[in-house]
Nanobody, 130 residues
């Protein structure tokens, strides 16, 4: 079964950090660009960050720029989202998604576009609260 599995969510105080992981089961992420999305209660899902197939190009939503860092480890078949200086407004379920890329340099044109993704994880809850 081909699937993505997120982990690393939890409860953290404002100003704290978390690192989310995205693991692929049943396939390799080698040819996939990866996006992270989040959805807060009562809100639409929004793009947070993306990384190109090779990992040389990244993109971030304005709201998380300078605080979040996306990275990938090809050897471990993993993608990570390091989240620092977390704010209560970062509270949401976080999802990773994989989009097949025809070249090593492929990266989604916009982090907002969720229609291009082939696989989605089930999500991991992040709660930022004191």
């Amino acid at each position: 079964q081909l699937q993505l599995v997120e982990s690393g969510g939890g409860l953290v105080q404002p100003g704290g950090s978390l690192r989310l992981s995205c693991a692929a089961s049943g396939f390799s992420l080698e040819h996939y660009a990866i996006g992270w999305f989040r959805q807060a209660p009562g809100k639409e899902r929004e793009g947070v960050s993306s990384i190109s197939v090779r990992g040389g190009s990244t993109d971030y939503a304005y709201s998380v720029g300078g605080r979040f860092t996306i990275s990938r480890d090809s050897a471990e078949n993993m993608v990570y989202l390091q989240m620092n200086r977390l704010k209560p407004e970062d509270t949401a379920v976080y999802y990773c998604a994989a989009a097949y890329g025809s070249s090593w340099y492929y990266q989604p044109r916009s982090i907002k576009d969720d229609s291009i993704y082939d696989y989605w994880g089930q999500g991991t809850q992040v709660t930022v609260s004191s």
